[in-house]
């Protein structure tokens, strides 16, 4: 048997013909950008989000520059994030002409603590934080950073690009947050068949900023009130995505089911799995394990004899990266990312895997021998 780190085919029964049909009459009617279709998406994700306000846009990344210029972030501020992230949180701050720096998340829950963020605060005095949600969970102590940045006077920007219907204390993450991000890149939980990404606030000023931003700063047809982007969310990938989400509850079910099967099925003492924190509820995004430095590349290799797809998501700290260097303000690292780089694995999980699927993964892991 062949399983993949991921397959993005495994559609419901109709899907395929309904999104097909739906691209046909947008063609006949000359929807191509924009149109009444998009305005359908961002209603119904705001409402699935429980979010006051909820754009599309052109991809994720574009998402997290909107945002941070409709917040309020501008040219030189500095901009704390996290070192364990994608590089487009990283990038997205230089883009916007503002400073990065990084503050080391946690070996134990590989996220943002309190007591990271108020390092960073007091030592870099930052205009915004960047807080990302990994793995299809929360960063466990969202509520204490949000209020304590809120004290401070810091903005804080959510990026929660793997963090589509995620509860933290039975309520929407995201739908609880001042400002956040979202990716709809075709491999994501909820994903478009091409690149889209959407921007969420609580504040009607911040949403229609961040409206005028993603369309060439318009103030008019052809007047120009801000400098903006052209990240303009198609009406194909508004269509498509619309009937994705009526089908999102149960490819994340499903999803669920994988990531649980792997930590209650597998018993190979090479790996921990870890789990969401206490009042998190997962989407099954990742499934998330740690190995040790020195028995991960033999696994690899071993997962790779077998045709098991993997990920190591992330390779590598943003401070570490080769196109950092010319543009990071500073840093606070005590080693946790750069040792989560080395140490993280991730197994197969996808909606609609098959229950043989399933046991040929944890079969074969739990006869690997480190």
């Known amino acids: 048997m062949k399983v993949p780190f991921i397959d993005i085919l495994r559609y419901e029964n109709g899907f395929y013909e309904t999104v097909t049909a739906k691209a046909a009459e947008l063609i006949k009617n000359g929807h191509f950008v924009g149109g009444p279709v998009v305005g359908q998406f961002e209603a119904a ?11 599309g846009c052109a991809n994720g990344t574009d998402a997290i520059q909107v945002a941070l210029r409709a917040a ?71 509520t204490e950073i949000r209020n304590y940045c809120r004290e401070k006077n810091v903005l804080v920007i959510e990026d929660g690009a793997q963090a589509i219907a995620v509860k933290l204390n039975g309520e929407s993450l995201l739908g609880k947050a001042q400002v956040a991000t979202t990716s709809f890149y075709p491999a994501k939980v909820l994903g478009a068949s091409g690149d889209a990404g959407g921007i969420f606030m609580a504040d009607q000023a911040v949403a229609d900023k961040a409206r005028i931003l993603l369309n060439h700063g318009r103030t008019g047809h052809y007047d120009h009130g801000l400098i903006g982007w052209n990240s303009r969310l198609g009406a194909y990938e508004a269509a498509f995505m619309v009937e994705a989400l009526k089908h999102l509850d149960a490819r994340i079910e499903s999803r669920r089911k994988v990531c649980l099967a792997y930590r209650e099925r597998i018993r190979n003492p090479a790996l921990k799995f870890l789990a969401p924190a206490a009042g998190v509820w997962e989407n099954g995004y990742l499934s998330v394990a740690l190995m040790t430095p020195e028995s991960r590349p033999a696994f690899i290799e071993y997962l790779k004899k077998h045709d098991i797809g993997y990920g190591t998501v992330y390779p590598g700290a943003m401070s570490a990266q080769p196109g950092a260097d010319a543009h990071i303000g500073g840093k606070i690292s005590h080693g946790h990312a750069e040792w989560i780089a080395k140490s993280i694995i991730n197994l197969p999980c996808f909606a609609y895997m098959t229950a043989e699927e399933v ?7 739990n006869a690997f021998k480190a």
Request: proline residues 4%.
């Open 45 to 55: 994700i705001r409402d699935y989000t429980k979010t006051h306000f909820a754009l």
């Open 72 to 142: 309020g972030v501008e040219k030189n501020d500095v901009v704390l994030l996290p070192d364990m992230t994608f590089w487009a949180t990283f990038e997205s701050v230089v883009n916007v002409g503002a400073v990065p720096y990084t503050i080391d998340v946690s070996r134990e829950t590989l996220h943002l603590t309190l007591a990271s963020v108020k390092e960073g605060i007091e030592k870099f005095h930052p205009k915004a934080l960047i807080l990302v949600h990994l793995y299809g969970w929360a960063c466990p102590e969202t």
């Open 359 to 365: 046991d040929f993964v944890v079969t074969t892991v």
